[in-house]
């Protein structure tokens, strides 16, 4: 039997700018997974791409974490181009909710294919707003 080795750790430079509308982006990006938050209007979209595992949870913690949210916002999550999902993105996921949640904020999740079916198994969209997108 050969022994598994693991992945390294990425390594994230996040990058700030402001979109043509007034908000402020923060993209974070590795081997596995990207984020990139945007926040327009009230509204903070947080897109996500790639594999969120173990290895690359705890960046997208930290984007998750420099969400600011008041009370009545929007936090929008794009899982659409997500591949891979297991429990510890589910984790941070339900973290969020639950900040977004105690500041009195709205939290949604955009999603299709495996992240909406771990969802939906798990019962999360009974808890959380989750919108399939059908892509």
Do not use: W
């Amino acid at each position: 039997m050969t022994p598994r080795t693991a992945k390294s750790q990425p390594t994230f430079q996040p990058r700030h700018a402001r979109t043509p509308y007034g908000g402020k982006v923060t993209v974070l990006g590795g081997n596995d997974v990207s984020a990139v938050v945007s926040d327009s209007d009230g509204v903070t979209t947080a897109r996500l791409a790639g594999e969120i595992d173990t290895y690359t949870v705890a960046e997208l913690r930290r984007s998750f974490d420099a969400i600011e949210v008041g009370p009545g916002g929007a936090v929008v999550v794009d899982l659409r181009e997500v591949t891979f999902l297991d429990s510890s993105g589910i984790g941070a996921l339900i973290g969020l909710h639950q900040r977004v949640e105690s500041a009195r904020g709205r939290l949604q999740l955009l999603c299709t294919g495996m992240p909406l079916q771990l969802l939906r198994l798990m019962g999360l969209d009974q808890v959380i707003d989750v919108v399939d997108t059908g892509d």
